[in-house]
């Protein structure tokens, strides 16, 4: 099959000359499933990164295909792709009943989390049909025999094939008996913000350091969440004048209803808890995953704020309207799925500057080696260091 994977775009996420919106994983895939021979109504597809595997497939014919796509960019980026093509033939599902019921192939991009791994695997077991085979892929340098033996708790038989292209095929089949109850979402405690993760949100029920460090900034750190609370103890970090609090904490009288963003939200650690401190804001939380979106809603019910947060499927903010957000939180990734890559967090700084009103405030945590204040200077404003450590910096941004 001669299909134009070239004409495939990875718009609306990051494009430059080293990413691709394809590679050797997808088309082993395509050939493996085109060599079993099983109807797409019976074929479900997960983590296209960008369509090539259900566009390649819908192609040579198969029609029905059912696909899960935890990125908003990636169901994008499938819809424009599919347009451009002029291809049909699929169905965007989320990962559930819907989506796996009476599948007998699922295709699967290998994600990076094991949790994440593991939340597919038992949901192909729980709902596709008996007979059902999974074939996953990935490029061979990020493959580990771990994700074999999560594959392994959930299928009877799992055998990894020969490597090709520099990438690899794992096929599952024979699925286990399931637990009464999915494994996912989990659920954590930290003093006094409690944690809802699905399998593919970032650092799962844990409270990650860079959040961790950003709260603790704000004042929002430890069991009482208290809007005076200030980082203690010997060797504490380097900050901005005490004299000059951070306005995001202690408000500067502005807006009687501030309206807060989290942007790129997570789990939810950051909306949840300045919610939690301050009950007269409207919070935003928004991300592009779909699993960080589950569960940032479940950790807004779980800390009873789920009436003042409002959780949004978005990418970078694109739904929320121009000049509408008194104050954007930040803790951006540096990664695009494998590849080593500023230009996400790019992306949200120009997404701040976008949504926040003249005199609005983003504050933002990100690795000191990455020396990011110029940069949001240039899209945002007049930026200030808040405090610094050797491995993290919070900085805010007043907007022009």
Not at 41 to 49: A, K, Q, S
Not at 177 to 182: F, K
Not at 295 to 309: E, Q
Request: one cysteine or more; glycine letters at 10%; aromatic letters at 4%.
């Amino acid at each position: 099959m001669d299909f134009p994977y070239s004409r495939l775009r990875r718009w609306p996420d990051v494009e430059a000359d080293n990413l691709q919106a394809h590679d050797a994983t997808d088309l082993l895939l395509v050939e493996r499933a085109l060599s079993l021979g099983i109807d797409g109504g019976e074929t479900v597809v997960i983590g296209d990164d960008y369509g090539a595997i259900t566009l390649a497939l819908a192609a040579a014919g198969l029609d029905g295909i059912r696909v899960h796509q935890d990125l908003a960019t990636g169901r994008r980026a499938l819809a424009r792709n599919a347009d451009e093509l002029g291809l049909a033939g699929f169905s965007a599902h989320e990962l559930d009943a819907v989506l796996l019921g009476g599948a007998r192939l699922v295709l699967l991009q290998l994600p990076k989390a094991l949790a994440e791994l593991d939340e597919i695997a038992d949901a192909v077991a729980r709902w596709a049909a008996p007979d059902v085979v999974l074939v996953a892929g990935g490029r061979v340098k990020h493959m580990t025999i771990a994700q074999n033996e999560v594959l392994g708790r959930r299928f009877a038989h799992v055998q990894a094939q020969h490597a090709e292209r520099k990438s690899r095929l794992v096929v599952a089949s024979e699925p286990r008996p399931v637990p009464a109850e999915p494994p996912f979402p989990v659920t954590a405690q930290h003093e006094g913000l409690v944690l809802v993760a699905h399998g593919g949100a970032f650092a799962g029920a844990k409270l990650d350091i860079g959040t961790r460090f950003l709260l603790e900034v704000l004042g929002l750190g430890g069991s009482q969440l208290s809007i005076d609370a200030t980082p203690q103890g010997e060797g504490a970090p380097e900050t901005a004048d005490p004299g000059n609090p951070c306005c995001v904490v202690n408000g500067d009288g502005s807006s009687p209803t501030p309206t807060v963003v989290d942007l790129g939200c997570g789990t939810g650690a950051l909306a949840a808890s300045y919610a939690l401190a301050h009950p007269d804001a409207r919070v935003i939380a928004t991300d592009r995953s779909a699993a960080a979106v589950a569960s940032a809603r479940a950790t807004a019910a779980a800390n009873g704020v789920a009436d003042r947060v409002t959780v949004m499927h978005d990418d970078a903010g694109s739904q929320i309207a121009d000049g509408s957000a008194d104050v954007v939180l930040l803790n951006p990734p540096f990664h695009l799925g494998t590849s080593v890559h500023t230009g996400a967090a790019t992306r949200l700084f120009e997404a701040a500057a976008r949504i926040l009103r003249p005199g609005g405030e983003l504050v933002t945590v990100y690795n000191s080696s990455l020396g990011y204040r110029g940069e949001l200077t240039r899209l945002v404003g007049i930026t200030e260091q808040l405090q610094r450590t050797p491995k993290f910096t919070v900085t805010r941004s007043v907007r022009r």
